[in-house]
């Protein structure tokens, strides 16, 4: 049931995200190839190449094996399979921590490159500078306060964020210098539900939750977690709407067998020398 792409450009903007503070909360979805975004295009209000595609399709440890490379191949994926939703690309780590000059070209390059809306990065007061200069390049930008996974190695593992006062008051600063460095919107992941529910009060950008709080503006879901393709662990804050691990194991098994007892192809899989209505 492919979905046909929408003739007229009509995406949504991050300015437009930014408008719905407040409102009917904020649908979003990562996404990383072409078909899937065809298939969530219609569905969400934005789409995000994540780079936790390094984990989900190229089987990496963590997230810091996605290069901006590979952000840009995937960022040129998803806008090619979607007409509607905004599309943010992540800057990968590596790419943007060291200066604001790093973080601007590394932007203005997955823009170029995709024709993305937006680009994601992750960290609060220590990175409001490179988020303030990408702005101030005229490219918008989402943060990621929270967990982050890409410092999941120097916090030793995955941590829930916001458990202890000094932990609220960071994210809380975190939560602000997003905000003044002029953020569209935060991602806010792994954190404490009534601390993300508290900034969320507190900021006037919209906050989108991932193992946060249903008071967000926004929630955002890995689209493999949500459609039961994962095969490792899935987090807790991942609710299965499906379950795709059964689905493809069992065509498979199918498959197999029908190959192995010589049943695929049947007769309305091959081609005859004389009937050329039946061309693939
Ligand atoms: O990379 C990613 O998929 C993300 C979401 C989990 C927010 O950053």
Same mark, same amino acid.
């Given at each position: +049931? ?6 007229? #450009? ?11 503070? %407040? ?17 969530? &295009?219609?569905?969400? &209000? $934005? $789409? $995000?190449? %994540? &780079? ?22 995937? %960022?040129?994926?998803? +806008? ?8 943010? /690309? ?92 002029? =953020? *569209?919107?935060? /991602? ?9 529910? #508290? ?8 906050? !989108?939750?991932?193992? =946060? ?6 929630? !955002? ?5 949500? /459609? %039961? ?7 807790? *804050? ?10 493809? @194991? ?5 498959? =197999? ?6 049943? *695929? ?6 081609? @005859? ?8």
């Amino acid at each position: +049931m492919a979905t046909k792409l929408p003739t007229t #450009d009509i995406r949504i903007s991050a300015g437009t995200i930014r408008r719905r503070k %407040g409102g009917t909360p904020i649908v979003c979805l990562t996404a990383y190839t072409y078909p899937v975004a065809r298939l969530l &295009d219609e569905h969400v &209000d $934005l $789409l $995000l190449v %994540g &780079d936790s595609v390094a984990m989900v399709l190229h089987g990496h440890k963590t997230t810091l094996g996605a290069s901006l490379e590979m952000m840009i191949a995937h %960022g040129q994926a998803v +806008m090619r399979g979607s007409a509607r939703a905004c599309v943010v /690309v992540d800057l990968p780590a590596g790419t943007y921590e060291d200066s604001a000059a790093q973080a601007v070209a590394s932007a203005r390059r997955v823009v170029e490159e995709t024709g993305c809306q937006a680009v994601k990065l992750e960290g609060g007061v220590d990175m409001s500078k490179q988020i303030a200069a990408i702005v101030a390049a005229g490219i918008p930008v989402m943060g990621h306060i929270g967990l982050q996974p890409q410092s999941v190695e120097k916090d030793g593992g995955y941590k829930i964020k916001g458990r202890t006062e000094e932990a609220v008051a960071a994210l809380v600063r975190d939560a602000l210098a997003v905000e003044s460095a002029g =953020a *569209f919107s935060v /991602v806010i992941e792994g954190t404490v539900e009534t601390v993300a529910a #508290d900034i969320t009060r507190r900021i006037a950008i919209p906050t !989108i939750g991932i193992g =946060a709080s249903g008071d967000c503006d926004g929630q !955002i879901l890995v689209i493999d977690d949500m /459609v %039961g393709l994962t095969v490792d662990r899935v987090p807790k *804050f991942v609710k299965e709407y499906a379950d795709l691990r059964s689905v493809i @194991s069992n065509a498979a098994e199918t498959y =197999a067998a029908e190959v192995r007892s010589r049943t *695929f192809p049947g007769p309305g899989h091959v081609f @005859s020398a004389t009937n050329s209505r039946d061309d693939a």
